[in-house]
């Protein structure tokens, strides 16, 4: 299995070397399983959330599209390679379409429906590239600084006066990432590459929270926030490819 995996990464040239999934089975399971229960949680909020933070008419076939598609995910990248996510994104096309058949609702705003759940199930996809950050050689280091970042911004967001929380997160961010990287003897690239990530993308969302007043209730806030956390995986994963 382990050549397998080894030829198949060679062949394709644009995959990170991560551990074998046989392997990691048995030697980096326990290190693996805490974030990949984070990221399940992570998984089950957006996918309550994101439906209402959208408006798509039928709830529950979309909570139940999203859902899928993160557990799925996050399977694939505890287990698989990151093609594997790229095959669940494909399949999550027809799906989201064939999910309509269960509407018994006049398949009102069809075109939201589609749309709406599966940037939902884009947006757990994201969050499942976390893992393969872990399990590449070098990755752990990488996705720790990243955590790290999330955790500085995060709470520097919520200590900081309205009118200063984005130079607040920005402070954060940084302070968080820096002593990361000193502590882990990670590389500065994908400590700034974070940083300013998570700054543009709080700003972005910030904005967007301005004029939309549906992302302060129940599990529409708390998916509104974790975007930014989801989308940093993708990153990660890109720092991976670049960097180690």
Not at 89 to 106: K, N, Q, V
Not at 171 to 176: C, E, L, M, P, R
Request: proline content about 4%; overall charge neutral.
């Amino acid at each position: 299995a382990t050549g397998m995996f080894a030829a198949r990464g060679a062949q394709s040239g644009i995959d990170a070397p991560i551990v074998p999934a046989g392997e990691l089975q048995l030697l980096g399971f326990v290190e693996l399983a805490p974030l990949a229960i984070g990221i399940l949680m992570i998984v089950v909020v957006v996918s309550l959330g994101w439906p209402t933070l959208v408006e798509v008419p039928n709830v529950l076939i979309s909570r139940l599209g999203v859902l899928s598609a993160g557990v799925a995910s996050v399977v694939a990248g505890a287990f698989g390679q990151p093609i594997h996510v790229a095959y669940i994104a494909a399949l999550m096309i027809p799906a989201t379409f064939l999910s309509e058949m269960l509407r018994r609702d006049g398949r009102s705003q069809l075109l939201l429906q589609i749309s709406g759940t599966y940037s939902g199930s884009i947006v757990v996809l994201a969050s499942a590239m976390w893992l393969f950050v872990a399990r590449a050689h070098g990755g752990p280091d990488i996705a720790l600084v990243g955590i790290a970042v999330i955790l500085g911004g995060v709470c520097a967001h919520y200590v900081t006066p309205s009118r200063m929380r984005g130079l607040g997160s920005l402070i954060g961010t940084a302070v968080t990432g820096i002593v990361a990287t000193l502590a882990l003897g990670a590389t500065w690239w994908a400590t700034a590459a974070f940083i300013v990530a998570f700054a543009l993308l709080g700003w972005a969302l910030d904005k967007v929270a301005r004029v939309t007043p549906q992302v302060v209730y129940e599990w529409s806030g708390a998916t509104f926030v974790l975007i930014n956390h989801c989308a940093l995986g993708v990153v990660g994963y890109v720092l991976v490819l670049l960097v180690l």
